[in-house]
């Protein structure tokens, strides 16, 4: 048995090392990859392997792993941030998921327990596969991938009642004799001992292993509370899912959960590929054969639920319709953990075995659309906002005319983020009026309340940037992490207004030249603009002349970023001094003409008296004045070679630039 157990596992790890390439290659998520496996390994492709029970048993420790992760990474503090997204998006997505799909079901002659549970397969989506592309499309920060995020935290949550709940709507439940009451009374207890234990034993007793400086020790630890609590939950006659989830929420709330995830991460992911391929063997796709409509037709009515159901959560924030769409689009497919619930179903009953695997068909296929859904989802939303039942903006988006204030000639900021903030904080400061374009209405009531001359609205329709007096307007600042939105943006924009200069943030250089062929006028990438802050930062820790540095950086930008993208650089025009001591800042300061200190004396400035910094040479026409006297005197283009405390330095610093030397 033994032997076969490694056979077994060392073929399906050999065989996905190829798959899991291909997949990569092909930019499609590894889990598609373990399903496609298990089909080429399973009974039910070429039959390699047989015994599909021993791969289960580690799967479902795959489980447990999986759970004990989500539980180490749910965070209380980042929850709040997106709280009203979580707890109303969630909700309405979720009870209005359920709800359509059980009368549907009830219609089409099911059982009601039957319809409840078909609502609880169909109402989970992929967190696994849509914040992986999310991240890979740069868009976790824009309104989809934000409300995105909320409703998939929301189904995680919701994950281990549905565990515990489901084997109690089959009339002959398999996994458990006692009453739902005695159920909740022991998981109460359960969370009360886990409570306790968060709070007064497992801190001390990772403090004590962490101590001892072991990585071994401290792994061991981990894994032992992992699946100790694991089974103490399976021994109450819970889930082990369950017991899994508050250890790994009893570590996130220590300050040792993000080594425990660290050392835990690997084993989550060998044991959780192991899940997705003994899923993949489960599936027999003889099956689509007998039923070569129905199943087509199922998978159709699930995308077309999830994402109108989906999309009405999100209407609710206050999102614009474009969102609402993109966001539905987004959680279309049915995730990871139905397969679960899929299962303890099976066992308890709940659905036939036919009807098992006509739900892990419409699961593998609808995990394996979600990357073109993603990739296809702004071209379709695109599409329908040109439909005059969605192209109209809503009456949201436009309102409170009067509390608007439009000027003539002033500055359109498109997002309010960090960047957009930014934007506008630097328009007060230089007296420059603006309007601010925002799509989250909870940033709109709270700064508008504030004073701030902003208003909801989504900026890819003419009548938002008309409302915001796009024709009057001088310059267009787009500042927000949607792509697409920044692409129909700036082609609005310029379609409006010829002589409005438009000005975008994009995030990778790749979107550059698309962007300048829609119209805008500046293109700032952002890892570009990074990249210039780091270098500018280390050529000023090695003495580089601060004029210098701010030429070089002008004509990084002037050439479009030619220095970063080509291969080959040639030699610097900047020569500096690189001279290290420790505590102490070294700087180059240039003496311009008209400055206060052009045609002073070093002993009249007493610059180590007043300021702690000594300094240390004079250059002049090209020769050096090494320990200057006090009665040197200062002229204009001697660069100046100073000297002090690092705190000295930081404290002059307002003294110590060529802003205070330079009348500009």
């Not at 103490?232 to 220590?254: C, K, Q, R, V, Y």
């Not at 007060?428 to 208003?455: L, P, S």
Request: charged share 15%.
């Amino acid at each position: 048995m033994e032997n076969v157990l490694l056979i077994n596992i060392t073929l399906i790890f050999a065989v996905s090392i190829p798959v899991l390439f291909f997949f990569l290659r092909l930019k499609l998520p590894s889990i598609l990859g373990f399903l496609i496996t298990g089909l080429v390994l399973g009974p039910y492709g070429l039959g390699l392997i047989q015994k599909v029970k021993e791969v289960e048993v580690l799967a479902e420790i795959g489980v447990v792993l999986l759970l004990f992760t989500i539980g180490i990474e749910f965070s209380l503090s980042n929850l709040m941030k997106i709280k009203r997204t979580v707890l109303v998006a969630g909700t309405v997505q979720f009870v209005v998921t359920t709800g359509a799909v059980f009368l549907l079901a009830v219609g089409a002659g099911f059982a009601m327990e039957k319809s409840l549970f078909l609502g609880f397969l169909a109402v989970l989506s992929s967190t696994a596969i849509v914040f992986k592309l999310l991240q890979e499309k740069a868009e976790l920060g824009s309104p989809q991938g934000m409300t995105s995020a909320g409703i998939l935290i929301f189904q995680d949550l919701m994950v281990v009642p549905l565990i515990v709940v489901v084997p109690y709507l089959s009339s002959t439940p398999v996994t458990t004799g006692q009453s739902i009451w005695l159920v909740l009374a022991k998981a109460a207890g359960l969370v009360a001992v886990m409570l306790a234990a968060a709070r007064w034993v497992i801190p001390k007793v990772l403090y004590f292993t962490v101590k001892t400086r072991s990585r071994e020790l401290f792994l061991l630890l981990i894994t032992v509370i992992c699946l100790a609590t694991a089974w103490l939950t399976h021994a109450a006659g819970l889930s082990p899912a369950l017991g899994a989830f508050m250890a790994g929420l009893i570590i996130s709330a220590s300050e040792y959960s993000h080594e425990a995830i660290g050392n835990i991460i690997p084993f989550k992911d060998a044991f959780t590929g192991l899940f997705f391929v003994s899923v993949g063997m489960l599936v027999d796709v003889r099956v689509v054969t007998h039923y070569p409509l129905l199943i087509p037709l199922i998978i159709l009515i699930v995308l077309l639920i999830k994402t109108v159901a989906t999309g009405i959560s999100v209407l609710v924030l206050g999102y614009p319709i474009r969102t609402a769409l993109l966001t539905g689009l987004y959680l279309a497919q049915v995730g990871e953990f139905p397969f679960v619930l899929a299962k303890l179903g099976l066992d308890n009953r709940i659905i036939s075995g036919v009807e098992y695997q006509v739900f892990l068909i419409v699961v593998v296929v609808t995990m394996g659309l979600t990357p073109f859904l993603m990739m296809g989802a702004p071209h379709l939303a695109g599409a329908l906002m040109k439909l005059s039942m969605f192209g109209k903006p809503r009456k949201l988006d436009v309102k409170d005319d009067d509390a608007i204030r439009v000027y003539d000639g002033h500055l359109i900021i498109v997002g309010y983020g960090i960047n957009g903030k930014n934007v506008a904080r630097a328009a007060r400061y230089a007296g420059i009026d603006y309007v601010i374009i925002e799509m989250n209405a909870d940033t709109v009531k709270r700064e508008k309340e504030a004073g701030e001359n902003i208003f909801f609205g989504d900026a890819t329709h003419e009548a938002v940037l008309e409302h915001a007096g796009i024709h009057a307007a001088r310059v267009m600042v787009v500042a927000i992490a949607d792509h697409a939105a920044t692409l129909r943006i700036t082609k609005t924009a310029r379609g409006l207004s010829k002589e409005l200069y438009v000005i975008i943030r994009t995030r990778f250089f790749q979107d550059v030249q698309t962007i300048y062929g829609l119209g805008a006028d500046e293109v700032i990438p952002e890892e570009y603009e990074t990249s210039i802050e780091i270098f500018s930062r280390v050529l000023s820790r090695f003495m580089v002349p601060r004029q210098d540095i701010e030429k070089l950086v002008g004509e990084v930008r002037s050439e479009g970023y030619e220095m970063f993208r080509s291969l080959s650089i040639g030699d610097g025009a900047i020569n500096a001094l690189k001279v290290h001591i420790p505590d102490q800042e070294i700087s180059r300061i240039s003496v311009c003409p008209g400055s206060y200190i052009d045609g002073k004396t070093l002993s009249g400035l007493d610059l180590r008296a007043k300021y702690g910094v000594t300094v240390l040479a004079v250059e002049r026409d090209g020769a050096v004045i090494a320990n200057p006297g006090g009665d040197e005197s200062l002229r204009s283009g001697d660069m100046l070679v100073i000297m002090g405390n690092r705190a000295n330095m930081s404290g002059q610093a307002q003294l110590f630039n060529e802003g205070a030397f330079c009348e500009t």
